[in-house]
């Protein structure tokens, strides 16, 4: 008598795909946790760094750039000028380097509102440095370091910078790789809201891109 053959036993394909896409979202789960942790950590150096920290009695300044209107300073460039006048009227023989190049979109270089609008508010076009070719933080400190020493300053002597606070972390790292020592720092208020949570956002990434490539 012929046996009829034993049926083989089906193969549960939709489970071994299941098992598949559990470890798929297993992996993106802790690829964003960890993103999330190291942005967390990043954001932290950020707002550390938010906060003046005069070291000594430093005898130059310099005035990070940002964006320039017909009419004058954008709202976070006031904030970082007024901000340094604040300082500055305090200490009017202080030398100032305002560093900023021009856009595209904007009517001359930042560096050249930057000291029209100390000037116009009473301290002394004399002792101002214009830096105009920069067009990034890291040009902002080396070029403004070249300047100062242009003029016999040596940058060792230290210096206070001038900026958003979201910005120091990364603007007092770069500083040191131009050559600046003893580095003090001037926090200006971010009055513009939509720029200040934007910048909050992208600066821990800036931070990242300056410290693997601004060198």
């Not at 200006?188 to 490539?213: G, N, Q």
Request: charged share 20%; with cysteine.
């Amino acid at each position: 008598m012929i046996q009829k053959a034993h049926k083989r036993p089906k193969v549960e394909v939709n489970s071994y795909k299941g098992k598949r896409f559990t470890g798929l979202m297993k992996a993106v789960f802790v690829l964003v946790l960890t993103g999330a942790a190291v942005f967390a950590l990043l954001l932290g150096q950020v707002l550390g760094g938010a906060r003046d920290d005069i070291n000594g009695d430093p005898k130059v300044m310099v005035i990070l750039g940002c964006q320039l209107y017909d009419w004058g300073p954008s709202i976070m460039l006031q904030d970082r000028l007024d901000k340094a006048l604040e300082y500055l009227y305090g200490h009017p023989d202080m030398l100032v380097v305002v560093s900023g190049g021009q856009g595209e979109n904007e009517p001359t270089t930042e560096a050249q509102g930057m000291a029209d609008y100390l000037a116009d508010h009473g301290f002394s076009r004399e002792n101002i440095i214009l830096e105009t070719q920069s067009h990034n933080t890291n040009q902002n400190l080396r070029w403004s370091a070249q300047h100062l020493e242009e003029a016999g300053f040596d940058i060792k002597d230290g210096v206070v910078i001038v900026s958003n606070g979201f910005h120091l972390t990364r603007a007092k790292m770069l500083a040191g790789r131009a050559g600046f020592e003893n580095v003090s720092t001037l926090a200006a208020p971010s009055s513009h809201l939509p720029s200040r949570l934007k910048m909050y956002i992208r600066e821990p990434l800036a931070l990242v891109k300056s410290f693997v490539f601004d060198r």
